[in-house]
């Protein structure tokens, strides 16, 4: 390519100078310039080779320079040039002729055309648009089809007036539609807006341009334009049909992949285990399927997402975790809260009891010793040993401290 634009200028060069002799060649700019808009977020940049150049300079290019609302360059051998951009700042661009000859490099001065910025308040505009969009299973029954939904949330701006309203476009491709289904704030004014079909393909990689303008009987309410790369904000569907199985410590996982109009190898997912213990493992994985192992004696939960691997398109977000399954033997909390709190109260218990047993000798009091056959018996073997020891005097010092506890008990028992 870059050979033969070099032979084409060589031979474009010695045409040129017998043209031009004395190499003073004057490129003159570009006429009748003009942007005209012609869709939402889109314009139209026109321009014709000035009629005084003659037709003798086949080569010459246009060096196109965007100077708002993003300063941006670039050259065309055609005299139109299609742009989508932002319009609520305005919009403004130049254009020259340029020329590389002789190795060197010849340029007219430039010409400027302007589109202004639309009328509005400052403060009036929306304030943090958000879309995203997401791939619904059309309804076909004999063909496989998808059907993409957009919804987009905003805030009104901070000097809207009460009486502001707003209303939300789109444009894809050549398509522009209107929104139907808005949710409205507090003081009744749109703040999202749902189109449940829309002409989106989920897997093109386009531009979405979103406008939002509005109205108030108090203030001119300024437009907001937004430009989306429809990949970055197509969410994926939650992976479906989650199930789990523990075997001995093997816990094995399996999904199925989620709706959308990719295909199964398009998907990266991550794998979510945690218990109420603190235990949290994220793994990823490319498959329909993992395999973990456990301790085998606690409840898991489990949950799984999906997002399109950068192989089928470069950009994208995670899709939402799909609900929380379990797996596990199932100890209910509450059960062994129970437990403890049960065999604690018993044990409190006990030892109050053991307590006042002590203090009033309930033991006592409950199973009273039969005051005769004891009394003898203990006489007997006291006597037994008093015998033994053959002293009289024993034998009455301890009769008398038999006699004692007795006495004891039943002076309780009066009271
Ligand atoms: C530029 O615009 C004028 C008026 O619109 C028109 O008469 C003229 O032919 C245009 N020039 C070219 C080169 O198209
Ligand atoms: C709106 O966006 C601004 C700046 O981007 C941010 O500071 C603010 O927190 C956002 N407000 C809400 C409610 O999200
Ligand atoms: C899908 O079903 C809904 C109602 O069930 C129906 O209104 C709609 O027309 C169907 N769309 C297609 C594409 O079949
Ligand atoms: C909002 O923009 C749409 C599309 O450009 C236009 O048809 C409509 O008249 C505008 N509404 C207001 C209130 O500016």
Not at 382 to 398: D, P
Request: aromatic share 12%; net charge neutral; hydrophobic share 35%.
């Amino acid at each position: 390519m870059v050979p033969a634009l070099l032979i084409l200028l060589g031979a474009m060069e010695t045409l040129q100078t017998d043209l031009f002799p004395g190499k003073t060649l004057l490129l003159l700019p570009p006429v009748n310039f003009t942007i005209k808009v012609t869709g939402l977020a889109q314009v139209l940049l026109s321009w014709e080779q000035n009629p005084n150049q003659g037709q003798t300079i086949a080569t010459v290019k246009y060096h196109v320079k965007i100077n708002t609302p993003q300063e941006e360059d670039y050259e065309t051998r055609n005299t139109e040039s299609k742009c989508e951009t932002i319009l609520h700042q305005g919009f403004s661009a130049s254009v020259r002729t340029i020329l590389w000859r002789d190795h060197s490099f010849l340029a007219s001065s430039w010409v400027s055309a302007e589109h202004k910025a639309p009328p509005g308040f400052p403060g009036t505009s929306i304030v943090n648009l958000t879309c995203t969009t997401n791939t619904e299973a059309g309804n076909y029954t004999n063909l496989k089809s998808y059907q993409v939904s957009l919804h987009c949330t905003w805030l009104a701006g901070k000097d809207a007036p009460e009486d502001t309203q707003y209303f939300l476009y789109y444009r894809y491709g050549s398509w522009t539609e209107e929104c139907q289904e808005y949710s409205k704030d507090i003081l009744n004014r749109n703040t999202a807006c749902w189109f449940p079909r829309t002409f989106i393909h989920s897997k093109a990689r386009n531009r979405l341009a979103v406008h939002v303008n509005g109205s108030s009987k108090h203030a001119a309410v300024k437009p907001f334009d937004q430009l989306f790369d429809t990949q970055a904000i197509d969410q994926p569907n939650t992976p479906m049909n989650v199930t789990a199985e523990i075997e001995g410590s093997r816990l094995s996982i399996q999904w199925a992949k989620p709706v959308s109009a990719f295909p199964i190898h398009c998907f990266d997912y991550e794998v979510k285990i945690y218990n109420m213990k603190g235990y949290n493992q994220v793994e990823k994985t490319t498959t329909n399927t993992f395999v973990s192992t456990t301790d085998g004696v606690s409840k898991y939960f489990i949950q799984v997402r999906a997002a399109v691997s950068p192989a089928c398109r470069t950009i994208g977000l995670w899709s939402k975790w799909s609900r929380p399954i379990y797996v596990g033997k199932e100890q209910k909390p509450i059960t062994k809260w129970f437990l403890i709190i049960l065999s604690a109260t018993i044990c409190f218990m006990l030892l109050i009891f053991l307590f006042l047993c002590r203090i009033y000798h309930i033991w006592t009091k409950l199973f009273p010793p039969v005051p005769e056959p004891k009394s003898n018996i203990k006489d007997f073997i006291v006597t037994t040993n008093c015998e033994k020891a053959g002293s009289r005097e024993t034998e009455i010092e301890a009769m008398s401290y038999i006699e004692e506890p007795v006495f004891e008990i039943l002076e309780n028992s009066v009271f």
